[in-house]
Nanobody
Framework: QVQLVESGGGLVQPGGSLRLSCAASGSILSINVMGWYRQAPGKERELVAVVTLGGSTNSANSVKGRFTVSRDNAKNTVDLQMSSAKPEDTAVYYC??????????????????WGQGTQVTVSS
């Protein structure tokens, strides 16, 4: 089975920085896309930033120039470096892994996974 474990959430002041990390564990062969989504109270979950196995990235316009997503394919980890944080960045941030190819009971499977979420609060 595959699990995503997030770390690094917490309280940050407006204009400050925070780094989120996510590690995928299990008998993983490869992960096509890794990244981050977020959900603020009363709002739908939205894409923040994702990165493909080949290194291509896609991010929301609201975070361009402020957040940077990166991954380590050998370690199956993805990080989100948040800078110039704004109160509207306050949300639960979820790690996402798509196209995870993993081994279970002698066979290969492919599936998508979510992390459990980590709270990020931007406030003075």
């Amino acid at each position: 089975q595959v699990q995503l474990v997030e770390s690094g959430g917490g309280l940050v002041q407006p204009g400050g920085s925070l780094r989120l990390s996510c590690a995928a564990s299990g008998s993983i062969l490869s992960i096509n896309v890794m990244g981050w989504y977020r959900q603020a109270p009363g709002k739908e979950r939205e894409l923040v930033a994702v990165v493909t196995l080949g290194g291509s990235t896609n991010s929301a316009n609201s975070v361009k120039g402020r957040f940077t997503v990166s991954r380590d394919n050998a370690k199956n980890t993805v990080d989100l470096q948040m800078s110039s944080a704004k109160p509207e960045d306050t949300a639960v941030y979820y790690c996402r892994a798509e196209g995870v190819t993993y081994l279970r009971v002698g066979s290969w499977f492919t599936a998508d996974y979510w992390g459990q979420g980590t709270q990020v609060t931007v406030s003075s």
